[in-house]
């Protein structure tokens, strides 16, 4: 009762399991999803809890592959088609739908449309709870960046000045999303400098982590901070790419980046890849995923071990 379940692509195995588990919402991406929740539901006795998802069309000022919230995105349904969209679910029997959602996407620093979301949902869950529907939440989604350098942190501080004020006076549940502002800094890639290589009157820093271990600058130029994993490094400064052994041209962590030169066998920590860096990774180009350590209070342990060669053939056919 404290799970809200969303995704595009939804199975009518898991809307099943979500509906036989009573959870808090299940945000429906449209209205031939909310139809087969409605289907499940009556299959399995119950009445299902559903929040629809709306595309407010607002530009989230990130990347375009993490942008969620614009009219041509595959998220949602357009936020003007809400209401009547409500009125034909009153049809079902075994759907109640108790919500709205929105997310408009990620890495999003600047808390102006984060606002603008906020202010449309409140709105149209006011309108909702007029037509007699019974709303209980409204999920202003997240997106909440972490700030590279030279960039301006959106703080919760910032983040709630932005948004409650269209919110505070709202008598419905409000769920946010922090997500990857949260898990993001917990956690760090440490990879080892395999050697230095200048090429063109360019170097470039050769580590033995890859695009397969941490595919976001790879796949939409995320920038995540490197640094050595020694104490405070003294020595010549230099710009570099610090790179991967993968054979593509993206498989790179930073390019001209200023940095402390690199030694041979050298450890680095590539920061804030706790969202999003192991679950993207992948035995592309036949490399074994690293294995995860717990740090905490001082100790650590393994909870996840690396993959050896049989773990990646174990699934082909003798």
């Known amino acids: 009762d404290r799970v809200v379940f969303s995704g595009v692509g939804k199975t009518d195995e898991e809307m099943r399991f979500a509906v036989e588990r009573e959870l808090l919402a299940i945000n429906a991406e449209s209205e031939r999803e909310i139809e087969k929740i409605e289907t499940q539901a009556a299959a399995a006795g119950v009445r299902g809890r559903v929040a629809l998802r709306v595309n407010p069309d607002i530009d989230a000022r990130s990347h ?9 995105n595959k998220f949602g349904i357009e936020i003007g088609r809400a209401r009547e969209i409500f009125s034909r679910a009153r049809r079902y029997e075994n759907v109640r739908m108790t919500g709205i959602q929105a997310h408009i996407g990620s890495q999003i620093l600047d808390p102006a449309p984060l606002a603008e979301s906020a202010r449309e949902l409140a709105a149209l869950a006011t309108e909702l709870a007029d037509d007699g529907h019974p709303i209980e939440t409204v999920d202003i989604g997240g997106g909440i960046g972490i700030a590279g350098e030279g960039q301006v ?6 983040y709630a000045g932005a948004v409650v004020p269209h919110l505070e006076r709202l008598p419905f549940k409000i769920l946010i999303e922090p997500g990857r502002a949260i898990v993001g800094p917990a956690g760090a890639l440490v990879t080892k400098v395999l050697y230095l290589k200048e090429s063109s ?5 050769i580590t033995d982590a890859g695009m397969n271990d941490l595919l976001r600058p790879a796949l939409y130029g995320a920038i995540h901070s490197v640094e050595s994993v020694s104490d405070a490094r003294v020595g010549e400064s230099v710009t570099a790419d610090v790179v991967g052994p993968i054979c593509e ?16 066998g050298e450890l680095l920590a590539i ?18 995923r690293p294995p995860e350590v717990w740090v905490e209070g001082g100790l650590f342990r393994l909870v996840r071990r690396r993959e050896t060669f049989a773990d990646i053939v174990r699934t082909e056919g003798e």
Do not use: C, W
């Open 153 to 158: 942190v959106l703080s919760p501080e910032r």
């Open 249 to 264: 041209t993206s498989d790179f962590f930073l390019r001209d980046a200023l940095m402390k030169k690199p030694q041979e």
């Open 271 to 288: 920061r804030d890849v706790g969202a999003y860096g192991f679950a993207m990774s992948s035995n592309y180009n036949f490399r074994g």
């Open 64 to 72: 375009p592959y993490i942008s969620t919230g614009r009219r041509h």
């Open 201 to 205: 009157g360019k170097l470039f820093v």
